[in-house]
C-alpha cells in the first residue's frame, strides 16, 4: 500500500521561505516520477511542481524561480523548498504519485496546510 505523508507547513510571513516533506512508503520510491501540488480555498487543486526518477524537473508559471522540488532516494522523501513566498501561495499542499509516472493507481498524501501572511 502506497502512503504518502506530508509535513513542514506553517504560518508564514511574505517573503518568507518553507520546506515541505514528503516520506513515501509501499513503493520503490526511485522508480517512480513525484509531484506537488496545491489546493486553495474554494478553487480546484492545481499542480505546483513535479521530479521524475531521473531527476529532471517540471514548475508551472506561479512556481519558477522561486520553488524547488528535489527528491533523496535514500530517505524516500521529496522536497518542495518555497522561498519569497506570496499570500496568494496561501493552500493546502499535496504529495501526489501515480498513472502518471507509471503506477497503477493514483496515491495522495493527507495535504498540509501552508499560510501566508501580509
Known amino acids: 500500500q502506497v502512503q504518502l505523508v506530508e509535513s513542514g507547513g506553517g504560518l508564514v510571513q511574505a517573503r518568507g521561505s518553507l520546506r515541505l516533506s514528503c516520506a513515501a512508503s509501499?513503493?520503490?520510491?526511485?522508480?517512480?516520477?513525484m509531484g506537488w501540488y496545491r489546493q486553495a480555498l474554494g478553487k480546484p487543486r492545481e499542480l505546483v511542481a513535479s521530479i521524475n526518477s531521473g531527476g529532471s524537473t517540471y514548475y508551472t508559471e506561479s512556481a519558477k524561480g522561486r520553488f524547488i522540488i528535489s527528491r533523496d532516494n535514500a530517505k524516500n522523501t521529496v522536497y518542495l523548498q518555497m522561498n519569497s513566498l506570496k499570500p496568494e501561495d496561501t493552500a493546502v499542499y499535496y504529495c501526489?504519485?501515480?498513472?502518471?509516472?507509471?503506477?497503477?493507481?493514483?496515491?495522495w498524501g493527507q495535504g498540509t496546510q501552508v499560510t501566508v501572511s501580509s
Open positions: 501526489t504519485t501515480g498513472r502518471r509516472f507509471g503506477l497503477p493507481d493514483d496515491y
Open positions: 509501499g513503493l520503490t520510491f526511485g522508480n517512480f516520477g
